[in-house]
């Protein structure tokens, strides 16, 4: 909450308006709009990264491995579109096991089956909910339906 108070206090002092969507101990979701601007931010409380933090243009940010990681967690619960193609691109390079492998290490009450029924979820996101080139939403569609085969068998 005081991360939240301290953006909001800053953007509004640059003329933006912020409208606070959600707001529970450990997370907030915010709105900012300036002209035909907006801006959605989610602020978090989180568990500690499982890798070295990377930069990138000398910003601190986490490792792909922790994203792809994160990822796997959030289709269990949020599961926007964003999600499924973050995870796709992400899992593509990384391997699909390492990336269940690390959110297990993240979360250690998720279970192979609750990944596999979060994400054959996918079937209920509509194509343009899919953050992807149109040619590209069927085959993230396959991707995920082949991985709910894969997680299922094992």
Known sequence: RPLAAALIATLGAEGWVVEVVRDHDTFARLLATL??????????????PLFPLVSIDGI?????????????????????GRDFTDLWELSRSLGRSDCIRWAGSLDRG?????????FARLDRIADDELPCSSADRLVVRTWFAE????LRRT
């Open 35 to 48: 002209n035909d601007q907006r801006l959605e931010v989610d602020l978090a409380v989180d568990s500690p």
């Open 60 to 80: 601190p940010t986490l490792a792909p491995e922790d994203l792809a990681a994160r990822k796997v967690l959030a289709t269990l619960d949020r599961a926007e």
């Open 110 to 118: 998720v279970t192979v089956n609750e990944v596999a029924d979060a």
């Open 147 to 150: 991985w709910v085969s894969e």
